[in-house]
Each structure stands twice: as C-alpha cells, then as structure tokens.
C-alpha cells in the first residue's frame, strides 16, 4: 500500500475510488427501490455526449457531462411523464441517443482518438487530473447533501408513488430530483469505472446488502461499505497486478454479491431453525423487493 501511495496519479485515484465507493450505493439503494436499477446505464450514455461536448470545446469534460447528464435525466422523467412513452423505452430513447451523439461528437473532435473514447468507455485512473477531483468532489457533497434534505420523501416515492401522491408530496419534482441526482453520480464514478460500467457499483452492492438485511438504512449502510471495499480493493488489486482498474472494481463487487448471497442464505436457515422471527423495526423503514431470496415488507 505504501508503494501505491509513492505515485501521485495513484493518490487521485484512491481520493476518486474512495468518492465513488461512498456515493454510488447510496443513490442505488434508492433507484432499487424504485426499479430503475438500470437508469444509471441509460445516463451513463447521455454523459458521454457530455464528454464529447467538452473536448470539443477544450473544457472540463466531467463538469460538461454533469450539465448534459442532469439535462438528459430532466428529459427522460419528462418524456415518462407527458408522453405516452413507458419508462423502459424512455430510457432506451435515452441510452441510444446518448451514446450515438457520443461517438459521433468525439468523431468530429480535432485530436480525439479511439484511446479517448476508450478511456471514458472503460475507466482511465492514470488520467484522472487534480480538477477532476475537486469536480467530483463537489459533486459528492452535493449529491449526498441532495439525500440528507430530501431522503425521507424519496423513500416514500421509491415505496410506491401513489402514497406519496396521497401524502401531498410532490411527486414529479422528487421524480426529476432523483433522476438528477443519480446523473451526478454517474459523472462521479465515470472517471474510475468508466459510463459502460457505471451502473454496476451503484446497483451490485445494494444488492449484495439486500442479502444480509431487510432495512432500508442498514442496507444503504452495508451497500455504502461494499461500495467502498470494491472500489478501493479493486483499485488496489489493479495497480499490483497490472489490470483494468474499472473490471476489477466490478467483479470484486460481483464476488461481494456471490458472497452474500451464501451468507445470507446461512443466516435465513439458522434464523429459520431456531424459530426466532426477524425483527419488525420501523414498517417505513423496509426494503420492497419481490424476488426469491430478497426481503418483503
């Protein structure tokens, strides 16, 4: 660990995986609840045109993808809303405009090369710069700002929306506020793990948590520390042993998630062989999943 801390490049690139591995669960504990698991995917795509945009125009191609991404999330959830478009085939409206506009924007940038285009694709640590940092970092402290204030009335909507229509809550304003803020995410974490496998960190370690717990904060909690034991192992792992930065990030996350499932199969037998039945807590404070193997309220 010491020799990865020699190098300055490395030192950013841990500030970064220690920002992604913090932020991404968090948004993804909510975007599972509401069954937008693959949104960060569709936004993912849109950042890229952002990306492009930047280049082309010599700036900051994180802070053009965090304009484009938030813009393209607006669009999306207002597509949803006043059209009668579904909201799976306004995410793939999304996911394939974005990434066309992508590709053919870093087409038209003089310079840009298929290592560009790569490295946004897939993650770029050793290109992560002292700007990029601060960009990302300020975007982390918005986005977990953004949950502090409003977290309580996203959960609600995330649970189910006609409640939180009942409850008097605003429910599109919450509806673009949550796609906003999982756009800011995406540009947080596409700078280690790249737009193509954002999604992964936001939505594997909520799932791995979902093994082990039925509580909605105590699965962000476990997701949060998945999050970051991928992000910083993956990175670590990387650097010794010469791989992809970004697919090793993931797969550790992925073997998390294989870990759990058996553990969390174990503690459901022993609990279930001892009679002891699991405990109650908060119903507002409950995980809403249907598939074998997860929680239900």
């Keep these: 660990m010491t020799e990865l801390l020699q190098y300055e490049f490395m030192r950013r690139a841990l500030i970064a995986a220690v920002l992604v591995g ?12 509401r069954r937008l698991a693959l949104l960060g995917d569709g936004i993912g795509h849109v950042a890229l045109t952002g990306v ?36 799976d085939v306004a995410l793939a409206l999304l996911f394939y405009g974005g990434i066309a506009g992508g590709v053919l924007l870093i087409g038209l940038t ?16 050793s290109t992560v710069a002292e700007e990029d940092i601060w960009v990302v970092g300020v975007l982390a402290v918005g986005v977990l700002a953004i949950l502090a204030i409003f977290g309580r009335e996203l959960f609600v909507l995330c649970q189910d929306e006609e409640v939180a ?6 429910v ?3 509806s673009i506020l ?8 995406v540009v947080i974490a596409m700078r280690v793990v790249g737009v193509l496998m954002v999604s992964a960190l936001m939505i594997v370690p909520v799932a791995a948590a979902q093994q082990l717990s039925r509580s909605f904060r105590v699965t962000m909690g476990l997701a949060v520390l998945i999050g970051l034991l991928s992000s910083v192992g993956g990175l670590t792992t990387a650097f010794y042993s010469d791989l992809a930065p970004g697919a090793t990030i993931v797969l ?5 998630y294989c870990v759990a499932v058996v553990a969390g199969g174990v503690l459901r037998r022993a609990t279930k062989g ?24």
Excluded: C, W, Y
């Excluded at 949550?178 to 995410?185: D, E, G, M, S, Y």
């Design 252 to 256: 550790l996350a992925l073997a998390v």
């Design 22 to 33: 913090l932020v991404t669960p968090v948004i993804g504990t909510f975007l599972v609840q």
């Design 172 to 174: 599109r304003f919450l």
């Design 52 to 87: 492009a945009l930047g280049l082309m125009t010599s700036t900051s191609p994180v802070v053009t993808a965090a304009v484009v991404a938030t813009l393209g999330a607006v669009l999306m959830e207002l597509v949803r809303v006043r059209t009668r478009t579904s909201g």
């Design 274 to 297: 001892h009679g002891v039945a699991p405990p109650s807590g908060d119903p507002t404070d409950t995980m809403l999943q249907t598939d074998r193997g997860k929680v239900t309220p």
């Design 178 to 185: 949550l796609a906003v803020t999982a756009a800011l995410t």
């Design 165 to 170: 229509r009942a409850h008097g809550l605003p």
């Design 110 to 125: 003089p310079g840009a090369s298929n290592a560009t285009l790569t490295s946004f694709l897939f993650g770029s640590v």
